[in-house]
């Protein structure tokens, strides 16, 4: 333990600490509009007792019994919401000038999940790529304290076919690390659901997709047996899935998270009914994807990254693969906008129940953080209510990933969240205004994250 703790100080010795904030000391803030993340309306004005990183009471600001001695933090004009939780990314291999299985350290994955923090997300699951020992002793480490101030690293492994699984730029790295968990016959399937169990994880991720005829794709049998191997070891299973048969499929055979979004065909009415009889949660991961959004120069992005990547990645097309300019829309990229603007709301009023997901980390060019206020934007755009699209990135995916402490602000729950200087129920991209940001009751100190962050390292 000594060892272990020592070198996780090393690690924070190199980086921007967290700022010490109020951690014992029972703090009381006050006067803010409140969003508890749970649905329920906002609270005008608001009281949050914080003490020992836990929230101990929240209500009006008058009904909030205040113990004598308690710091008081006034917080009137500011807007709070439950820091995020992300159910999808892909942490480790993004490297900034550089990418590749070589990069997946505990100090990369550290920087990525402090970079969650930053933009306000308390918990960041990494889907199917990475390495299973060296997370696990992450999360233990990070149980143990070693990362304060860092996003919660959440994980699950991922089954597909032999050469199948990631698309090609990911599939690099994961090979050199060998952690996609390659199986051909639902034997194999079982043996390898059993061994996540034996292990402690509580979910895994499938891939069924052929990528348009270049992969092998994991058959109905294989990911059957995946599907009931893991609901009889009460694991769920997060399908990734990209055409409508697809989707069908997975959601028949049992799937409980559906990933991605049918972009480019019409849903019919047997998938639809799949999705009001299941009521699947569904990760629709297409922030990223959105051909408009950074074509501009983009602060909330660029506050992240050292100027000079920020102009790498302009100059290329890796961070809008869809979109080689800034031009008007490709007509094929405008049909699909056409499109996911009819499937999306069809799938919220069949009942899909949509988590917050991002695939951030699949490809260079993405930073971590900021991409969640992407994904929000877009389903506010596609249809959903502000307050709707709160509830998919706090509550909902806490509830998903059994992060019981996280996605409300209520009394019990760990003290993390987001201080606004705007109302994101008037205008969801004022998710981007932040302030602050708490995790586990102590104030971050952003300003010093940023100017690490922004430093050229050649
Ligand atoms: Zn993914």
């Known amino acids: 333990m000594t060892i272990v703790r020592l070198a996780a100080a090393a690690i924070l010795g190199a980086i921007a600490l967290p700022a010490q904030g109020p951690g014992?000391?029972?703090v009381l803030y006050?006067?803010?509009?409140?969003?508890?993340g749970d649905g329920s309306p906002a609270i005008a004005s608001s009281a949050m007792l914080v003490e020992g990183g836990t929230i101990r009471a929240v209500g009006a600001t008058e009904a909030v019994a205040v113990p004598a001695g308690v710091v008081r933090v006034?917080?009137?004009g500011k807007t709070l919401m439950p820091a995020m939780v992300n159910v999808h990314v892909h942490i480790g291999y993004e490297g900034y000038t550089s990418w590749g299985g070589a990069n997946h350290t505990a100090a990369n994955v550290h920087d990525h999940l402090l970079r969650e923090a930053f933009y306000g997300v308390a918990a960041t699951t990494t889907v199917g790529s990475s390495p299973t020992a060296?997370?696990?002793a992450f999360q233990r480490d990070q149980r143990d304290g070693a990362y304060p101030g860092a996003s919660r690293l959440l994980f699950m492994p991922g089954i597909a076919p032999p050469q199948g699984?990631?698309?090609?730029?990911l599939r690099e790295a994961t090979d050199a690390l060998r952690v996609v968990h390659e199986v051909t016959t639902p034997a194999e399937a079982r043996t390898a659901v059993r061994g996540m169990a034996a292990q402690g994880l509580g979910h895994v991720k499938i891939w069924v997709d052929d990528?348009?005829?270049t992969y092998p794709k994991l058959a109905p049998a294989v990911y059957g047996a995946v599907i009931d191997e893991a609901h009889a070891r009460k694991m769920l299973v997060h399908a990734h899935a990209i055409q409508a048969e697809d989707q069908k499929a997975v959601l028949a055979a049992g799937a409980d998270v559906l990933v991605h979004m049918v972009q480019r065909q019409p849903l019919d009415d047997a998938l639809l009914g799949l999705v009001k009889a299941k009521r699947p949660y569904w990760a629709t991961v297409i922030g990223l994807g959105d051909p408009t959004a950074l074509c501009t120069p983009d602060p909330f992005f660029e506050q992240a990254v050292p100027p000079s990547v920020v102009a790498r990645i302009r100059a290329t097309t890796e961070r809008r693969p869809l979109v080689p300019s800034c031009g008007p829309l490709p007509a094929t990229a405008a049909d699909r906008e056409r499109q996911m603007a009819v499937n999306f709301p069809r799938m919220l009023a069949a009942g899909a129940r949509v988590v917050l997901a991002t695939d951030t980390g699949i490809q260079p060019g993405h930073t971590f953080g900021s991409g969640e206020h992407l994904e929000l934007a877009r389903w506010v755009q596609l249809g959903m209510t502000p307050a709707e699209a709160i509830v998919a990135a706090t509550s909902r995916p806490a509830a998903l990933m059994g992060q019981a402490d996280l996605g409300?602000?209520?009394a019990g729950k760990r003290a993390s969240f987001i201080v606004l200087d705007a109302n994101p129920l008037d205008d969801i991209r004022h998710t981007r205004r932040i302030a602050d940001v708490y995790m586990d009751g102590a104030r971050i100190d952003r300003d010093a994250m940023r100017a690490r962050f922004?430093?050229?390292t050649k």
Request: without cysteine.
């Open 74 to 76: 006034d917080l009137t």
């Open 211 to 213: 990528r348009n005829g």
């Open 134 to 136: 060296q997370v696990l």
């Open 454 to 456: 922004t430093r050229e």
């Open 408 to 410: 409300t602000l209520a």
């Open 30 to 36: 006050v006067g803010a509009r409140l969003i508890p």
């Open 165 to 169: 699984g990631p698309d090609h730029i």
């Open 24 to 26: 014992a000391a029972a």
